[in-house]
């Protein structure tokens, strides 16, 4: 269960843009950019995120069907939540999502459970607000899981993006105001178009993901359910971007708390395999750290442990050890659960049914920008 359409944009001209039949990169972090070289060659990517300070998480499907990931330098609240003391990830690979976000900031999710941290105060009651109940495996959302975000987006300034598998939703853009000066440039007006189509939107049904990036306060990809894309991305992005826009398939959300899919991916439709744009990465961008290769996880199995290396060097890139982390305690890590706690079985998730359509609302809890439920 793949979440086959990524747009990613970091420092230094990196960005990364996955389709279910494209994908295409530039200066991505050495560790990441080697996969996509490798032999035998990896078969998909199922997740990309990228921070500040060098920081990623990447998934991917390796060569034989095996889902892996490598993580360098993520925020110590979403480690302690990907591990929970255990010595490789425990949570859902194949269905995991992490957007990281300004000051160690992210929401992570997969099909059974949330986590987050440092999230924009309007944002995270908006969440607050829908949630249910969590214990270490499980979240529960309101409406039987309609009220589940399923997908959320973090730029620069606290700006965010959120909607819920019923199709409710919040957001703020963070749009500044047009120039005073007629001719001067003016970067936030295609983020003020897409503020204005959000207040005109009585729902988000019809939008299958906004994304924002943390690096590029002004740059925005907003795409319809239909397969539309609507987009303000820097120049050295476009030759790429021009030819993965056209061959966007159509999407639909699930019952599950999980990003909408491409039709194809739900057995829809026939299938391409990828198609890569870039045969050769080209990186200008190196860490000053050490870059020790250390040998990924194994997908995670009921019941089996996971093997690891046992010890990490100072600074390496993290592929399955569990970092060393400062007691603090994110949402989805419960403060009951011991720092030696067994490993345990993940119950089955919860899938809501959403009866109805829920139509949307401006909320006068949330100032500065509609919501819906």
Known sequence: MPISVT?????????????????????????????????????????????????????????????????YNLPNALTSWLYCSNPGIVRDLPSLSITLGPYDSYYAWDKNSASWSNLPPKLEKSIL???????????????????????????????YWMRTVSGGGCWDLKCSAPPANPGATDGMAGL????????????????????LFPSHSDAYVLIKTAGQAFSNLPEFTWHDYNKIAPALPTFMQSMQPIPPLPLSRLGLAPQAPPLQLQQVAQSSFQYQQSQQQQPPCPVQQQGRQHSCCPQTASGAPQNCCAQQLTPMRPYGLPAALGLGAPFAAQPAPVNGHVSGQQNGYTSAAYPGGPMYR
């Open 7 to 71: 747009f990613v944009l970091g420092k230094k001209e990196s960005y990364f843009f996955n389709t279910p039949t494209h994908w295409a990169w530039h200066n991505l972090p050495p560790d990441v950019e080697a996969l996509f070289t490798k032999t035998p060659a990896i078969q998909d990517v199922i997740e990309l995120a990228l921070g500040n300070n060098g920081t990623y998480l990447v998934s991917y499907r390796d060569h034989d069907g095996q889902i892996l990931c490598k993580h």
């Open 129 to 159: 607000n829908r949630l249910e109940g969590q214990d270490t495996w499980t979240t529960t959302w309101k409406a039987n899981g309609a009220e589940a975000p399923s997908f959320v987006s973090l730029g620069a300034d606290e700006a």
């Open 192 to 211: 003020r178009g897409t503020n204005k189509f959000l207040e005109d939107s009585s729902d988000f049904t019809g939008i299958a993901g906004l994304h």
